[in-house]
C-alpha cells in the first residue's frame, strides 16, 4: 500500500509539474494525440499487454499474479487522480518553471522509491514494475539499470511512431529525460538506504516455486 500510494503521489507529481511525464505515460499520451483514444484507456491497455508479457517472461500460466496486477492498475489509476487534482488545486502548475522542474524531478524520485519497495516485498506491482522485476532476475543477473533500459524500448517507439504520424512530441520534458537517464539508479540506490532490511524475495517467490 505504501508502494501504491507513493507511486501515485509521485506521477501526480509530474503531471501537476507539467515539465514531463514517465516514458510510458508520454506514450499513452501521444498516442492519443494521434488516434484519438482516451489516455486512461490506453494506460490500462498498456497496463494489461505488460500483465500478459509477464506471464511470458516467467514462462507459467499464473492468473492470480495477472488478476492481481490488473486489479493494480485499477487502483493506482484512481490514486494518480485523486492527487493529481489535489495538486492542482493547490496550483503546482502555475509555479515557476524552475520550481516545477524540481518537483518532477521529485516526483521521479517518489515513484522509484516506491517502485523500489514493492519490488521488494513481491506481493502484487503494478505490471510494467514486475517487468523490469523479471528482467532484472531472470535475465540480467540482478541490473536493475539494464532492465529498465530495455523496459523503456516500447514506449519510446510508441513515441516515436506516434512523432512521424503527428510530427509533434506531447509529454516529453525535462522530467521524462530524467527519468529514461536515472529510474534504474534510483531504483537501485533505493533499494540500498530505503528501508534496507526489505530484502528482495523475487527468487525464493519466482523461481523455487516455478
Not at 506514450?27 to 492519443?32: S, Y
Not at 507459467?60 to 487534482?85: G, M
Not at 505490471?127 to 539499470?145: E, M, Q, V
Not at 514506449?155 to 511512431?161: A, C, E, G, R, Y
Request: proline share 2%; aromatic share 12%; hydrophobic share 55%.
Amino acid at each position: 500500500m505504501v508502494g501504491l500510494i507513493l507511486n501515485a503521489f509521485g506521477n501526480g507529481l509530474c503531471i501537476t509539474s507539467n515539465m514531463g511525464s514517465g516514458i510510458w505515460t508520454a506514450a499513452a499520451v501521444n498516442l492519443n494525440m494521434w488516434i484519438g483514444v482516451n489516455v486512461g484507456v490506453l494506460l490500462f491497455i498498456f497496463g494489461v499487454t505488460n500483465a500478459l508479457t509477464n506471464l511470458v517472461l516467467i514462462k507459467q500460466l499464473d492468473i492470480k499474479r495477472f488478476v492481481a496486477e490488473v486489479l493494480y492498475i485499477l487502483f493506482f489509476s484512481y490514486f494518480v487522480d485523486i492527487f493529481t487534482n489535489l495538486l492542482t488545486a493547490m496550483g503546482v502548475q502555475h509555479l515557476p518553471m524552475l520550481v516545477r522542474t524540481l518537483i518532477s524531478f521529485s516526483g521521479v524520485i517518489c515513484f522509484c522509491i516506491a517502485i523500489s519497495l514493492y519490488q521488494r516485498a513481491n506481493i502484487v506491482m503494478h505490471p510494467n514494475d514486475d517487468t523490469t522485476n523479471i528482467l532484472r532476475f531472470l535475465y540480467l543477473k540482478g541490473n536493475s539499470t539494464a532492465a529498465q533500459i530495455i523496459d523503456f524500448i516500447p514506449p519510446t517507439v510508441v513515441v516515436l511512431i506516434s512523432f512521424f504520424a503527428t510530427h509533434e512530441i506531447y509529454a516529453v520534458n525535462v522530467g521524462t529525460l530524467f527519468s529514461i537517464l536515472l529510474n534504474g539508479v534510483l531504483i537501485a540506490e533505493s533499494d540500498k538506504l530505503i528501508w534496507p532490511s526489505l530484502k528482495h524475495n523475487f527468487k525464493a517467490k519466482n523461481i523455487d516455486e516455478g
